[in-house]
DNA sequence: GTGAAAGCGCTAACAC
DNA sequence: GTGTTAGCGCTTTCAC
């Protein structure tokens, strides 16, 4: 263990450069010489130190994913698109975990500061846009999933307000004009699914109530929250879109112990379908995030700046096609 | 951006060997140095660049976990605990995920060949235990959650055997005579909670009937499969032991599928205990593994050996507890 | 308390 | 087609 390309050189009877050249796959080798190297690297169990070659080629190869959440199947899936169209084009893939905390996902930045990585995709981030611009100039970074107002960072999502508009419209066409609205305060995306849920209830000609509008956060307890409250009211909706699934199995769950069959007594439908969303009974309506294709389009976009070193680099928003899918869940409702 | 240590020292008017003891906080600095390589530091937005100084130290200070499927939350509640324990102790902990695919592990591997992380975790691994005996002389890694037969590697584990043990004894307990098992073909610890489901009933009286044991894989299909076969049986079982929490909800989904109320004409029973279980209706009965206990344990174990270099290893099998959980989907039989 | 210089393992320019 | 060598950015020994 622990050979060097030096030791390779000595066993093969060649110098380094050559010993480099074959590794690297260089023209210009004899298959005398690669054959020999290939013969010495086998026999010392050789494997080049990447902290020398890195540091000689000012790169890594290596991306990093940072999640705000590990224990989110939905995000590993996101990796997983990232991972399939990375790999062969010889980059590796590493994910850490954020657990929304500002301290944390700097500290893991500071792989990308380091040079411990060529650029990191955020799928969300703590980091504000001011922030994000100026980190943009020097390093490749990009967002996924979660964009950022104002930020002049290249980003990959969904149309939130186009698929929450979509959603909503799904649930009217069933017939529910009572429908509320489970929004998680801060994020970017939850307030553009607002939005589309709004235009949705105007353009039909639904007011929009503000009793029947829910802000809490992404934690699952606030489906529940939610519901409770909504049930509360004198008039209570006869459908639910909430802005996760998570959310929405919440929710769910809260009903069914309240007495009431989903997709009968009252329609809840969530977002981004997580592989739970089939497990469920019932099953869970909802609007669908292409994983693999935000991972794929954002690494696609990623590397091209990355290797385009010099010139300008792409800070474009990029939107993927989402799809309203209708289970279990959602029903028309029994009462007007 | 870009600047280095030079640029710092030219910056602060100094050497770069105090710059360099600046930055590692070493002693004899003076205080008037200090001050003057921060400010520099600064100014120049100066951060050290890692692979150099992993080169020259000829360590990173980054562990790997490797993960069969990153689309399972228990992994990562696993990385949660290897984290929690890593980070304050100066490790940075990154994952990958090999989807169960052999060359995609040993891609991830090298991350460990090439010195680019200092030991890797592998929570499930396809190597064979003679590769790993081998690799484990001249690399830091280790087992956590799946170990390997014969292989003579740091593993944590929870005593798997005496874990299903105690859940059939916990149905048995109930009334239940008619227990079937719903295992993974390959795994080890598949095979050790049959072992240990076996000797229960074995224990208690009770036969071992080879049609109530199902050989499927950890898939999700499996479960729904393991039902549908059970229930052909002129004698179905009354409960099911299932070896994962994934393959106990496909299993209730089929069960409610073909109407059965899970929790009252039939018990169903899960192993991990992952978050699913409590947003499952019914909520599902399970074995908890001890997640951040067991990433906790692995990694100080591997950090012990990645610093006692030189001295000998430690390869011990380590366990940690488990805990029968009693919820929803399981109740005494209706019938004998 | 500080600086000069060697060297970690590698690649690539240059010379032959 | 192959070898020599400089140097990537850093830490650390050794002198002072």
Redesign the interface.
């Known amino acids: ?1 622990g050979a060097t390309i030096k030791d390779v050189a000595k066993e093969a009877g060649l110098s380094v450069a050559t010993v480099s050249r074959v590794l690297n796959s260089s023209a210009n080798v004899s298959g005398e010489a690669s054959k020999r190297v290939n013969a010495a690297v086998r026999k010392l ?1 050789y ?9 000689r080629c000012r790169r ?1 190869n ?1 991306l ?1 994913v940072i999640m705000p959440t ?4 939905f995000y ?2 996101i ?2 698109g990232i ?1 399939r169209y990375a ?1 062969p084009r010889g980059y ?6 954020s ?1 929304s905390t500002s301290e ?1 996902e700097v ?2 930045m ?2 990308l ?4 990585v060529d650029g990191v995709i955020m799928l969300g981030t703590q980091y504000g846009a001011d922030t994000l611009n100026t980190l943009a ?3 490749d970074i990009a967002l996924c999933c979660e964009g950022v107002e104002g930020a002049n960072v290249l980003t990959v999502v969904v149309d939130d307000e186009r698929a929450e508009f979509d959603a909503a419209n799904a649930l009217i066409d069933m017939g529910h004009k009572r429908i509320a609205f489970v929004g998680a305060n801060d994020a970017v995306s939850s307030v553009q699914r607002r939005n589309g849920y709004k235009r949705a209830l105007t353009e039909r000609g639904i007011g929009v109530r503000g009793e029947y509008i829910y802000s809490g956060s992404f934690e ?1 307890e606030h489906g529940a929250l939610a519901f409770e409250h909504f049930m509360k009211l004198e008039e209570p909706p006869t459908a639910l879109l909430c802005v996760s699934d998570l959310l929405a ?2 929710a ?2 809260a009903a ?1 112990k309240a007495g009431l069959k989903v997709g009968r007594d009252i329609s809840i439908m969530g977002f981004d379908n997580i ?2 969303c089939e ?3 019932p099953s869970v309506s909802t609007v669908e995030q292409p994983c693999a294709a935000l991972g794929e389009l954002v690494v696609r976009k990623l590397i091209a700046n990355i290797t385009s070193s010099g010139s300008v680099k792409d800070n474009s928003r990029y939107t993927v096609g989402h799809k309203v899918i209708l289970r279990g869940s959602t029903a028309p409702p029994l009462t007007d």
Do not use: W
């Open positions: 263990m169990g494997s080049p130190n990447y902290l020398g070659r890195n540091l890594t290596v990093l590990s224990e989110h199947s590993m899936k990796v997983s991972q790999q590796d893939v590493i994910c850490a975990s657990n944390i500290r893991q500071n792989m500061f380091n040079r411990t100039k020097d390093y699952y199995i919440s769910i769950n069914e592989s739970m497990m469920m009974i």
